[in-house]
């Protein structure tokens, strides 16, 4: 029975909320303080630049994140238990403040809203929902224990876990105690049916009693003070901060629109400043931090990721290296940086105490990395980098970049790493392949191509500038050395041939990426080998807008370094894999699959590469393509965003696998359970890792054994008729190209036949991305050169020719321009015409010139680089003399030791070839070099003709502007000692990373003595690049 008139305050319940208040605040001043005391360890780390832009976007970010809870559906039953959970600590905020009203006065409560109906619903919503909502998560951690391995809860924070959740049980059961209590209490609060659906029942199991109500609120709010005190001076409970701080760390990630941290590494900074070849000669070594070291080297993001951390192991359930018995967790790596945060944060927060305590004996206690240290090297060197942990983090935590920046200490600060990777360093940066093969070998698939009568067109030799291309292959180390990847690569070369492609590759002017390296964590030399290829692909693409500069790839990780990586240099590209284009060629009829007949369909699975799939979020293509194939293809447990990685990743591909079992052997044991007869990838590392998986789990005799093959050689066998493959299309742009003009005042001249088809592009090419402030580089090699100024329109019946002039083999490149070919006869150019070999103005296509009259008894020779058609093969004629011009300072002189006479009429043959020799940061040089001698006939050039000078204002190619004699033509600079941006003689023995530009010398002349030669760091010095000879 309920009281007509219950007091609504008496002495007890003033006693009861005297009591609550009083209790609460000391736990007010422990949780203030804690919180106050994370923000001031948190805002002490190194500043990071990149995190408040697009604030909208990242508000839209928080609120998809948080209210929607879209990071934690993978698990649809936690993700609703956590959100009513969630929503009840929030909004039941308001009702908890609400009990140090109804401690005092039980018919208490908000004024005005208390007695609205919605109200009274919201109450018994969040009541239910809290309640039902932990129920089920501690249930869910019950179920899946913490003391096996294999748990997600292995290593978590029990103890706090149990805490938190009893806490939140309490607050849910005293929403709904409290509420009943007034409805059995007073009878003038009238229950519903819509808001009161619950409590009303209950209600009637409660006596009337004023006190009672006060009992249940004080409960209520004492297990709230509980929790503030308890937490205010834990600071290291994860589960329970992360109610604060998930807020901070999803609105601040480092993608605005929730993208996880995915695809390219975040860049090295040291005070807030990216730091780059250009910029490294800068920092102090005593005070600028390389990578992350010590807790004073962590930015701010690391310290808050670790303080953010829920311990809920999602990461750890996925992780690679430890599912295979490793001692890397992501979930244990944030727990043990905040670990040490918190127990060092005396020293964090004042450095001068950590001078003044001598009982550590001169032992950094701040220090991260290291043996004995908070994170051993078994640890950090145990990442495959294949972001399971970034994918599955729910408060997107950034353990990649993280991990990172650890190697990149343990690297260029501390020379500390695996054995295995300083030949892994040596090769790239003396061969510039992770192999140390020859440059000369990445040639051999192409001419075995050739001569099965496979057209491969070469740039630099059979193309000389990409106006009638589309495609731009590159077809990486492993695609170019490794036996199984040839095949990958012949395949697609096969199938873009039969479908009509216009493609090219650069053959022996590729260069790795330096994805290994960058993984492994020598930045500088990533950088080096990337500014390198940016250099070389920007000449590639000069005059060809972007939205077009289309690279094709078989390895996900050049596809990844090149697409995501590059564009922080200021290297634009569309980046599209093979398994896109050959999709799109197969969906538009081009490539035909012939229909297979029911017998002949054999089981098949496939192995989403990580940095194809996860990074990227490439999946569909290839298995629509091997659905093309008519192919049974039974997916693996784990696949697509779950796929296993295979191993290979974050330089592992390089290092001995010593700890637990091989990661190959869990993913290949995975697919083999499917019953496939075959092992489709999409990348040459997974091919190799998985084919040794094979070997060693299966024991069927090696013909029987499943086989791993890329879906590109499954794709070509699909689409031989009667074992040849069908006769080539026409070739024809499946895109209509865009080509940017320059008007030089000549005779319009007729556009180049379109295609017809639609186009796929990688994406992210012209993402807006922070690039490398660089200088301008030397004009004779630099795509958008804008014409000198002054230069007159060509008159009529002047010829505009356009050749590149293609470097001579392998020889040491000089600064600011290609290496020439052997001098040829020259053609006196009109005035304002292009020159062969000089750089197109800006957005410059490269149409034929209306040729002119040509005088009687005249012939032009043949471009350099170029065939005729017609012209007997035969010895060269030697070159006609030409006025002789004074050398720029620096310059090496024509006949000087070492380099062949200029009028031999042979190429450079005798010079040998360094493939990684540094090239000068002026510009970069023809991508492609010429076949080595033997491996094609020498044309025969044109009867030598008498140079004559070129027309006022005209460019020479090659040739900088170096004081001359008035009138004298100009000469194609010979090359010389290959000379750092300064003009000094590069050391041999370390190669010189390119500092994105080459910086003006004194007086525009490049190589005047005097200057400084830069010597960038690099993590092992190795000798320069050798000789392919």
Not at 85 to 96: A, E, K, N
Not at 376 to 396: F, H, I, K, M
Not at 523 to 543: K, R
Not at 928 to 956: D, E, H, I, L, W
Request: glycine share 10%; charged share 20%.
């Amino acid at each position: 029975m309920t009281l007509a008139a219950a007091p609504t305050m008496t002495s007890t319940t003033v006693v009861l909320g005297c009591i609550g208040f009083l209790l609460s605040l000391p736990a007010w001043f422990y949780f203030l303080r804690g919180a106050s005391r994370l923000f001031r360890l948190v805002r002490g780390g190194q500043p990071l630049p990149g995190r408040t832009d697009r604030p909208t976007r990242r508000v839209g970010t928080l609120f998809r994140e948080v209210v929607l809870h879209s990071e934690l559906a993978r698990k649809p039953a936690i993700a609703a238990a956590h959100w009513l959970v969630m929503v009840g600590f929030l909004i039941g905020f308001v009702l908890w403040f609400e009990a140090y009203i109804q401690t005092f006065r039980p018919r208490g409560g908000w004024p005005i809203v208390s007695e609205w109906g919605i109200y009274h619903l919201a109450d018994e919503l969040l009541g239910i929902g809290t309640v039902a909502g932990i129920c089920f998560l501690i249930g869910a951690r019950l179920h899946t224990g913490t003391r096996e391995r294999m748990s997600r809860f292995y290593g978590s924070n029990a103890r706090a876990a149990h805490f938190v959740e009893g806490v939140v049980l309490i607050e849910g059961l005293g929403m709904i105690a409290v509420k009943s209590a007034k409805i059995a209490t007073y009878d003038d609060i009238r229950p519903h049916l819509w808001s009161d659906f619950l409590t009303m029942h209950i209600a009637q199991l409660l006596p009337a009693s004023a006190v009672m109500v006060s009992v249940f609120a004080l409960i209520k709010l004492l297990s709230g003070t509980i929790w503030l005190f308890v937490v205010g001076r834990q600071l290291s409970w994860g589960v329970a901060w992360h109610r604060v701080t998930a807020f901070f760390t999803i609105f601040l990630q480092r993608n605005a629109d929730g993208a996880p941290a995915l695809g390219a590494l975040a860049p090295m900074v040291s005070r807030g400043e990216k730091v780059t070849l250009d910029s490294v000669d800068e920092l102090d070594p005593d005070t600028d931090p390389i990578g992350t070291g010590t807790l004073r080297d962590a930015s701010w993001k690391m310290l808050l990721d670790a303080t953010t951390c829920t311990d809920c192991g999602r990461c750890q359930e996925q992780c690679p290296a430890w599912n295979t018995a490793k001692p890397l967790s992501p979930k244990l790596l944030m727990t043990d940086i905040r670990d040490a945060m918190v127990t060092n944060s005396p020293y964090l927060l004042d450095p001068s105490l950590l001078e003044a305590d001598t009982s550590h004996d001169g032992v950094d206690v701040l220090k991260l990395v290291g043996e004995g240290r908070t994170i051993e090297p078994d640890v950090l060197w145990s990442c495959t980098n294949c972001g399971a942990c970034v994918e599955q983090c729910p408060v997107d935590i950034e353990h990649i970049d993280h991990i990172a920046n650890m190697r990149r200490f343990a690297v260029l600060a501390e020379s500390e790493f695996p054995s295995e990777l300083a030949g892994l360093f040596k090769n790239l940066e003396a061969k510039g392949n992770p192999w140390g093969r020859n440059s000369a070998d990445r040639a051999t698939w192409i001419e075995a191509a050739r001569r099965d009568g496979i057209e491969v067109p070469v740039f630099g030799e059979d193309v000389t500038d990409f106006s009638d291309t589309e495609y731009l292959f590159w077809v990486g180390c492993a695609g170019a050395y490794d036996d199984e990847a040839v095949k990958t690569t012949r395949a697609v070369v096969e199938l873009l041939h039969t479908a009509g492609v216009k493609f090219a590759v650069l053959s022996k002017g590729e260069t790795c990426t330096g994805d290994p390296a960058r993984r492994a964590g020598n930045e500088f030399l990533f950088q080096m080998l990337a500014q390198e290829n940016i250099s070389t692909l920007n000449t590639v693409f000069e005059g060809v807008p972007k939205g077009q500069r289309t690279i094709i790839t078989t390895c996900a990780h050049c596809f990844n370094t090149l697409r995501n990586e590059y564009p922080d240099f200021d290297g634009h590209y569309d980046v599209v894999h093979h398994t896109q284009i050959l999709n799109k060629l197969v969906r538009e009829k081009l490539l035909t699959p012939v229909p297979r007949r029911p017998e002949d369909r054999r089981p098949i699975t496939y192995h989403d590469p990580c940095f194809l799939g996860r990074h990227n979020k490439v999946f569909d293509p290839p298995r629509e393509l091997l659905g093309a194939t008519g192919h049974d293809l039974r997916e693996m447990d784990r696949n697509r965003n779950e796929a296993f990685c295979c191993g290979a990743g974050g330089a592992r591909m390089f290092m001995d696998e010593t700890i637990g079992t091989r990661i190959n052997e869990n993913r290949t044991s995975e697919a083999l359970a499917t019953g496939a007869e075959e092992i489709a990838v999409g990348c040459p590392f997974c091919t190799v890792m998985l084919t040794g998986g094979v070997k060693a789990l299966s024991d069927k005799p090696s013909a029987e054994q499943p086989k791993v093959r890329d879906v590109a050689q499954m794709l070509r066998d699909a689409v031989l008729v009667e074992g040849q493959l069908p006769e080539p299309r026409e070739r024809a742009f499946l895109t209509p190209p865009r080509r940017d003009t320059l008007d030089l005042g000549l005779t319009s001249v007729k556009p180049r036949k379109k295609g017809t088809c639609g186009s796929s592009s990688g994406g992210q090419g012209d993402r807006a991305v922070p690039a490398v402030s660089t200088e301008p580089p030397q004009p004779t090699t630099t795509p958008d050169t804008p014409k000198e100024p002054g230069t007159p329109p060509a008159p009529a019946g002047s010829e505009a020719t356009k050749t590149a002039v293609p470097k001579a083999p392998a020889a040491p490149r000089a600064a600011g321009g290609a290496t020439p070919q052997a001098p040829k006869p020259a053609v006196p150019p009109a005035p304002g015409a292009r020159v062969p070999g000089a750089p197109a103005g800006p957005g410059t296509t490269k149409p034929t010139a209306p040729k002119a009259p040509m005088a009687p008894g005249t012939t032009v020779p043949p471009a350099p680089g170029s065939t005729r058609s017609g012209a007997p093969k035969a010895p060269a004629a030697p070159a006609a003399p030409k006025p002789a011009v004074p050398p720029a300072p620096g310059a090496r002189v024509p006949g000087a030791p070492g380099t062949p006479p200029a009028g031999s009429g042979t190429a450079n043959t005798s010079a040998p070839k360094v493939p990684a020799a540094p090239r000068a940061t002026g510009g970069s040089t023809t991508p492609a070099t010429p076949k080595a001698p033997g491996s094609a006939t020498p044309q025969a050039p044109a009867a030598p003709k008498p140079a004559a000078p070129p027309a006022p204002g005209t460019r020479v190619p090659g040739v900088p502007k170096a004081p001359t004699a008035p009138g004298t033509p100009g000469a194609p600079k010979v090359p010389g000692v290959p000379t750092a941006p300064g003009g000094a003689p590069l050391k041999p023995s370390v190669p010189k990373a390119p500092g994105g530009g080459t910086p003006k010398p004194p007086g525009g002349v490049p190589g005047v003595p005097g200057t400084e030669e830069r010597v960038q760091p690099t993590a092992t010095e190795a000798p320069g690049r050798e000789s392919d000879a």
